[in-house]
């Protein structure tokens, strides 16, 4: 099955529009870091026959950032690929990447060697701490970006950190990476999700019935 389009999701206070016809998504997670490469066609596979027309991941920083000097996005660390995949198999992805990404996973994806230095206050303004989660969005976006739906991939959607509190703390980065963010919209803090596109910026909420009005 090719894929539904390439278009971008329009949020209205209704929901959705895809092609300016209203849109369910109707998403599952398979998580790429926990299973094998070879079994990653056999669960999308499997999510799509369920019904699904999206996949939604975490991307675990430690999973790809063993030391503070490497970054690992082949073999079985290779994001793209499973974003492709998902892509060729029809299905829409919301890429969830942290940095810190709770998931019942170690450290909630924050590297052990960040974690382990006790003079770095982690999901803070420490100058240090964001600098690691700079460094890390620089490796990380380059991956992201090109698979945007505005780019004709299969990427609609991004959370940025596991809470709004802390999102705050990303966001010149996450625009400096060409993942533009709403400037005149208004939603309760704990619902907000950014839809990745490169003309001008949307928000996408996982329940639209509890946000606040969109105002100017």
Same mark, same amino acid.
């Given at each position: 099955?090719?894929?539904?389009?390439?278009?971008?999701?329009?949020?209205?206070?209704?929901?959705?529009?895809?092609?300016?016809?209203? @849109? %369910?998504?109707?998403?599952?997670?398979? @998580?790429?870091?926990?299973?094998?490469?070879? %079994?990653?066609?056999?669960?999308?596979?499997? $999510?799509?026959?369920?019904? !699904?027309?999206?996949?939604?991941?975490?991307?675990?920083?430690?999973?790809?950032?063993?030391?503070?000097?490497?970054?690992? &996005?082949?073999?079985?660390?290779? $994001?793209?690929? &499973?974003?492709?995949?998902?892509?060729?198999?029809?299905?829409?992805?919301?890429?969830?990447?942290?940095?810190?990404? !709770? #998931?019942?996973?170690?450290?909630?994806?924050?590297?052990?060697?960040?974690?382990?230095?006790?003079?770095?206050?982690?999901?803070? @303004?420490?100058?240090?701490?964001?600098?690691?989660?700079?460094?890390? &969005?620089?490796?990380?976006?380059?991956?992201?970006?090109?698979? %945007?739906?505005?780019?004709?991939?299969?990427?609609?959607?991004? %959370?940025?950190? =596991?809470?709004?509190? #802390?999102?705050?703390?990303? $966001?010149?980065?996450?625009?400096?990476?060409?993942? &533009?963010?709403?400037?005149?919209?208004?939603?309760?803090?704990?619902?907000?999700?950014?839809?990745?596109?490169?003309?001008?910026?949307?928000?996408?909420? !996982?329940?639209?019935? =509890?946000?606040?009005?969109?105002?100017?």
């Amino acid at each position: 099955s090719g894929r539904l389009s390439t278009v971008l999701l329009t949020p209205t206070a209704s929901g959705f529009l895809r092609d300016g016809r209203p @849109h %369910q998504i109707i998403s599952g997670a398979v @998580h790429y870091f926990r299973i094998r490469p070879e %079994q990653w066609r056999d669960r999308l596979a499997k $999510l799509a026959a369920m019904g !699904c027309d999206t996949v939604e991941t975490y991307v675990a920083w430690n999973y790809h950032a063993p030391t503070p000097d490497s970054v690992v &996005f082949d073999g079985d660390r290779d $994001l793209g690929a &499973f974003i492709d995949l998902a892509g060729e198999l029809g299905l829409d992805v919301i890429v969830r990447p942290g940095p810190y990404i !709770c #998931a019942e996973w170690e450290g909630g994806g924050l590297p052990g060697w960040l974690l382990a230095d006790p003079t770095i206050a982690v999901r803070t @303004h420490d100058p240090r701490y964001l600098a690691t989660v700079e460094a890390w &969005f620089g490796a990380l976006l380059p991956i992201l970006v090109p698979r %945007q739906a505005a780019h004709g991939g299969p990427i609609v959607a991004v %959370q940025v950190e =596991k809470s709004f509190e #802390a999102l705050m703390l990303y $966001l010149g980065t996450v625009r400096a990476g060409a993942i &533009f963010l709403p400037r005149n919209t208004a939603y309760t803090p704990a619902e907000i999700e950014y839809i990745l596109r490169d003309d001008e910026p949307a928000v996408f909420v !996982c329940e639209p019935a =509890k946000a606040e009005e969109i105002r100017p």
